[in-house]
């Protein structure tokens, strides 16, 4: 019966949160390549990698991860 009571509370919520739109947590979104590729020429063309990250709302460190896994481009 507890479990129930519990499960009810917590289906109300996520409602409510949901009704207006409002962030329910969870995974910050991913980027694309194409993404991650125009961020690079943001920073090749004199940007602030630091400010470029902040934009696409990620940190430095993880922007120059993903800008390292980048596929190559075949020719």
């Known amino acids: 019966m507890e479990l129930e009571i519990k499960r009810e509370r917590i289906t109300d919520s996520v409602a409510k949160q949901r009704?207006?739109?409002e962030d329910l947590g969870g995974?910050?979104?991913t980027f694309t390549d194409s993404q991650i590729r125009n961020a690079l020429r943001l920073i090749e063309d004199?940007?602030?990698?630091?400010q470029v990250?902040?934009?696409l709302g990620m940190s430095r460190a993880t922007l120059y991860r993903r800008?390292?896994?980048l596929p190559?481009?075949?020719v």
């Open 19 to 21: 009704a207006p739109g």
């Open 67 to 69: 800008i390292r896994e």
């Open 53 to 55: 990250a902040r934009d």
């Open 72 to 74: 190559v481009p075949s």
């Open 46 to 50: 004199g940007e602030p990698a630091t």
């Open 27 to 29: 995974r910050r979104p």
